[in-house]
């Protein structure tokens, strides 16, 4: 019997993957569950376990290639009686380059469709009214919409879009679309994808190319006349060396050019995608962290004996920020088009920065269903296992919401990117000993407390000033008045 073993869907959003090493090679044995391959996706490097226990007959696609998800990588034979997974693969009765839609929306989200409110209409009070019209998400095939034809390659012409689907990924389509690349120069690019096929990367060097411009042809020396040639004058002392151009950006002669490694382009691409998507607005409060800093000054030795890991006040920020986030769900939230995705689960991301170089962000589900000692509990172990490497594809998708703290180094403030396709994320500063005014009955006083900025970014297209306003007022005061 053979099994056929298909690049996986990885999570939300990824169309294709990067084949790194192949662990097993052709007439290895191999056991089900075994991990017999490794693969490269723009969130995160995974493992791939063999679907069955038998021999591998065939390996399909070689180290270095990207392919698209349900792409054939290998036929493993098995005998009668054999361990097979539960569900086999479905092999893809197409093109290699078939990508199945990812869905955006999960059991229990709420779809909004947004609808003009009157000038009466109260602002968004974390409720589902407002001027807008609730719809229930039930998963089936008709609730998955096809992605739009990418503007640069759309057209009547039916050839242009049977080449396009068959031979492009829709990732590669976006990408042309925001490039500018035409149907045309895809043609006579010789992609370096299985069978010809142009990847991402390919697009992206060609638009590099195509900014530097065609090289300068060299011209043919004038003709000299033999009765006027002269001998060849002294070479002048050196000057300053003008700066050479690569693309767009000059370099200097005493510059060093460092190419970017596949994490941080692919932090980079991220990052461009959010700003183009997301119109950001940021919002700053002042929290006085008393009462968190005595609440883990006091438990902190006693937590670490008997859990084995640190109390950190990432802990209370996360476990906080849930509480707040169950009151207003429209931060809790998602844009697809012109629908709103309202998150019936609180997924919080936590920023990682990795041993070597980059950031990646885990996130921990349901933290509203968590005590503080579970949310404790949870960061340690997903930091643990992004810092060697170890973060399944569960740990870096589906998340709702991101907190990152951009205090680690001292810093007082800052304003971080969205993480798509979220709406909002939450900057938190050093926690620094200030002199404040403190308001009582019997008069103001000036004391020494221990305050943190945070910050408020958030995608306007949903999440107005007034709305951020209340939310962050809301989680300023849950932290406030934190009693453990």
Not at 68 to 78: D, F, N, P, Q, V
Request: proline share 7%; glycine share 8%.
């Amino acid at each position: 019997m053979k099994v056929e073993m298909v690049m996986p869907q990885m999570g939300e959003s990824i169309a294709e993957g990067t084949i790194l090493k192949w662990r097993k090679g052709v007439g290895d044995t191999v056991t089900m569950d075994e991990d017999i391959l490794e693969i490269s996706t723009d969130k995160v490097d995974s493992e791939i376990p063999s679907p069955a226990t038998g021999k591998i007959a065939e390996i399909l696609v070689k180290e270095g290639q990207t392919v698209a998800i349900k792409t054939l990588l290998a036929i493993i034979e098995t005998e009668a009686g054999a361990a097979i997974a539960g569900t086999a693969p479905t092999p893809v009765a197409s093109e290699a380059t078939q990508v199945a839609k990812p869905d955006v929306k999960a059991p229990g989200d709420t779809v909004v469709e947004g609808r003009p409110s009157s000038q009466e209409s109260s602002p968004h009070d974390g409720s589902a009214e407002g001027g807008f019209v609730i719809k229930e998400f039930k998963r089936h095939a008709d609730a998955v919409t096809p992605p739009p034809t990418p503007p640069s390659i759309a057209g009547g012409d039916s050839r242009v879009a049977e080449k396009t689907s068959n031979f492009l990924s829709p990732l590669v389509q976006r990408v042309m679309a925001e490039e500018g690349v035409t149907l045309d120069e895809i043609n006579r690019l010789v992609g370096s994808g299985q069978g010809g096929r142009v990847t991402k990367q390919d697009v992206l060097d060609f638009v590099v190319k195509r900014k530097a411009g065609p090289e300068p042809r060299a011209l043919p020396p004038a003709p000299v006349p033999e009765a006027k040639v002269i001998a060849k004058p002294a070479a002048p002392a050196p000057a300053a060396q003008a700066p050479s151009s690569t693309g767009s950006v000059w370099v200097g002669a005493n510059d060093t050019v460092v190419e970017m490694d596949r994490m941080r382009r692919a932090i980079a691409d991220h990052m461009v995608r959010s700003v183009h998507t997301s119109p950001h607005v940021v919002s700053f409060s002042e929290v006085d962290m008393s009462r968190i800093v005595k609440h883990r000054e006091k438990i902190k030795d006693s937590f670490k004996a008997q859990e084995g890991v640190n109390m950190t006040y990432t802990a209370y920020l996360l476990y906080c920020t849930a509480k707040a986030l169950k009151e207003f769900p429209y931060v809790n939230a998602s844009v697809d088009g012109y629908n709103m995705i309202l998150r019936k689960q609180i997924n919080l991301g936590f920023a990682v920065e990795l041993p070597g170089g980059g950031l990646i962000v885990p996130n921990i589900k349901g933290v509203d269903a968590l005590s503080l000692t579970g949310v404790a509990r949870s960061l340690s172990e997903l930091a643990d296992k992004a810092r060697n490497n170890r973060l399944d594809p569960n740990d870096v998708t589906g998340g709702t919401f991101t907190v990152t703290n951009v205090g680690v180094f001292g810093n007082v403030a800052g304003a971080p990117i969205i993480n798509q396709p979220q709406v909002a994320i939450l900057g938190t500063g050093a926690i620094k000993k200030r002199p404040v005014v403190v308001e009582t009955p019997d008069g103001d006083f000036i004391a020494i407390k221990p305050i943190m900025m945070m910050s408020l970014s958030y995608d306007h297209r949903i999440i107005d000033g007034a709305l951020a306003g209340r939310f962050i007022a809301r989680l300023t005061q849950i932290l406030e008045s934190f009693e453990g």
